[in-house]
């Protein structure tokens, strides 16, 4: 059984700085994608970025690019993401989960394992 804890969610004023982070279980860790979703009240799931197994390769939402960079380190099972500049409508409760297909995919049904969530909330 995988299992991911997130952390490092809090609250923030609009310009701040965060970095979540997100342990896997299980010796697997290094062989998969991981991505970072986050979840708004009222509103859907959204995809948020994404690192493939080995950290070469990263994927992210426009409306983050170049606030926000996800890392990863398979000798800690960790995964980050790093959140620069935080605005108000980055308040969300942030997921990780377990890219199982490598296709690089942004869709939340195609990853199978999430973490339980962890709270971000930036005021004005």
């Known amino acids: 059984q995988v299992q991911l804890v997130e952390s490092g969610g809090g609250l923030v004023q609009a310009g701040g700085s965060l970095r979540l982070s997100c342990v896997g279980s299980?010796?697997?860790?290094?062989?998969?994608?991981m991505g970072w979703f986050r979840q708004a009240p009222g509103k859907e799931r959204e995809f948020v970025a994404r690192?493939?197994?080995?950290?070469?390769?990263?994927d992210y939402t426009d409306s983050v690019k170049g606030r926000f960079t996800i890392s990863r380190d398979n000798a800690k099972s960790t995964v980050s993401l790093r959140m620069n500049n935080l605005k108000p409508e980055d308040t969300a409760v942030y997921y990780c989960?377990?890219?199982?297909?490598?296709?690089?995919?942004?869709?939340?049904?195609?990853?199978?394992?999430w973490g339980q969530g962890t709270q971000v909330t930036v005021s004005s």
């Open positions: 690192i493939n197994w080995s950290g070469g390769s990263t």
């Open positions: 989960a377990r890219d199982p297909t490598g296709w690089g995919l942004r869709r939340a049904g195609e990853y199978d394992y």
């Open positions: 299980g010796s697997t860790f290094s062989r998969y994608a």
